[in-house]
């Protein structure tokens, strides 16, 4: 069920058919997809391509070259949808197919635009962005990657290894992050490029996590892989801050729809659970302290959800977006882990099992505090912008 209340009546159809091939076909096989490769858990890759078939996958691509070209407010109505299903599945899905516009930026041919954007609506193309490294998390400027021109044969060399990679192990593309010039900043001497995995990318060590469990995260490795000057991104040296716009702009909006539908799913398991559960000879939900809570579970919901459409609604109409993307970030994604901790709650001891399905919303729950930026780095970058200072100053 949709809830953002000024949806459209094509935003409700697009986002309800994508639920009902979730429900059908992602629900039932969850469990198993949890366990799968010992915990690390799998993709399922028969959702995502019944998903691609039905036209979800790529959405954003223009139709000139052959998408639904939809916008950024009807993208987030249906990852929320998919996501009260299973957050991890709507995350990996959303992103992999989100990377057209930042193949636009390189400088290969139109003809291979136009292969790339078949390759993707088919479900067949699957991207990953890789930045973080080791040592180089919230201070992304850290890493140690470097690209080095090969005037001899007109290429760039890649060497480095990433870390935390989403759809780093199904991936067939990525976007790597480099030092091409360590004489500047990182926002002058980083760059961004396209390199595809049959160039010789490695995955490494596939991890271990605590939830997200259909999102598949892993190590890159790069040794000596060669590109073309024509798969930058942008300009040589643009990297850092398109990289960080990447995750500001779509990444830290629309991601929260991710996140949301964990909060959503929380609260309708625990209505429901609440006015079945009987205690003391009533319902639980008609004890004043179950209620309540439902209650602050539902406003913060709501209050999320309006600050999430609002930083949509900007974006989608090229409005300025500010310190937004910041806001959303960590108020959302903290109101969620809130939510998903009173769920298993009101579940009592029935939540705290896995029989029931809080205790893996409040595993999902946890990461989106952490990835895209910390919530402690939103605050940071809020408060130097409130202060009237450029956020990406301190870097290096
Ligand atoms: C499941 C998962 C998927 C991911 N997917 C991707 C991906 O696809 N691509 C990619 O590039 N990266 C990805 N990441 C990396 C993610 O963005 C980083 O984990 C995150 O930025 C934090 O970096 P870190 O883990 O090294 O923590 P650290 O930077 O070491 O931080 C540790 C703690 O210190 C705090 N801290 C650090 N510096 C400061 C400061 N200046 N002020 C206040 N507090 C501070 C942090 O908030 C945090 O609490 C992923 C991570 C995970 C876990």
């Excluded at 890789?130 to 080095?148: H, I, N, P, Q």
């Excluded at 929380?266 to 559960?277: G, P, W």
Aim: glycine share 10%; charged share 25%.
């Amino acid at each position: 069920m949709v809830h953002y209340r000024f949806a459209t009546e094509e935003q409700i159809e697009l986002a309800n058919g994508a639920r009902k091939i979730c429900e059908d076909l992602l629900r039932p096989q969850l469990e198993e997809l949890e366990k799968a490769d010992g915990g690390r858990g799998r993709y399922p890759m028969d959702v995502h391509q019944a998903l691609a078939d039905a036209g979800y996958y790529g959405m954003n691509i223009p139709e000139e070259y052959g998408g639904l070209g939809l916008d950024i407010v009807t993208r987030a109505v249906i990852a929320e949808e998919i996501a009260t299903v299973d957050s991890g599945f709507a995350f990996a899905f959303t992103n992999a197919g989100n990377y057209f516009n930042t193949i636009m930026e390189t400088g290969i041919s139109e003809d291979e635009k136009q292969r790339w954007a078949m390759r993707i609506l088919s479900g067949e193309a699957i991207g990953a962005f890789a930045l973080t490294e080791a040592d180089a998390g919230s201070d992304a400027a850290a890493m140690r990657t470097s690209a080095v021109w090969d005037a001899s044969t007109q290429e760039w060399v890649i060497n480095g290894v990433k870390c935390f990679c989403s759809n780093g192990p199904i991936a067939n593309f990525f976007f790597i992050a480099a030092w091409t010039d360590r004489s500047q900043r990182a926002s002058k001497g980083v760059t961004v490029f396209l390199v595809e995995k049959e160039r010789g990318i490695q995955v490494g060590k596939k991890e271990n996590k605590m939830g997200l469990k259909t999102s598949e995260t892993s190590e890159i490795i790069l040794e000596d892989v060669r590109v073309p000057a024509d798969h930058v991104v942008g300009e040589v040296g643009s990297g850092f801050t398109k990289a960080l716009a990447m995750i500001n702009e779509e990444g830290r909006v629309i991601g929260l729809a991710y996140n949301l539908g964990i909060a959503q799913a929380c609260l309708d398991t625990a209505t429901a659970y609440a006015k079945t559960r009987r205690q003391f000879g009533k319902r639980i939900i008609d004890q004043q302290a179950v209620g309540f809570k439902l209650v602050d579970m539902e406003a913060r919901t709501q209050a999320s959800r309006a600050l999430m459409y609002e930083a949509l609604c900007c974006r989608r109409d090229g409005k300025e977006l500010g310190i937004l993307p910041n806001l959303l970030k960590f108020y959302c994604s903290d109101c969620t882990m809130q939510t998903a901790t009173d769920a298993v709650q009101i579940l009592g001891g029935y939540g705290y099992m896995k029989d029931y399905p809080v205790e893996k919303l409040m595993r999902d729950a946890k990461i989106y505090q952490i990835f895209s930026g910390t919530n402690e780095i939103q605050h940071k970058n809020a408060a130097r912008a409130i202060a009237g200072r450029d956020p990406l100053m301190n870097r290096k």
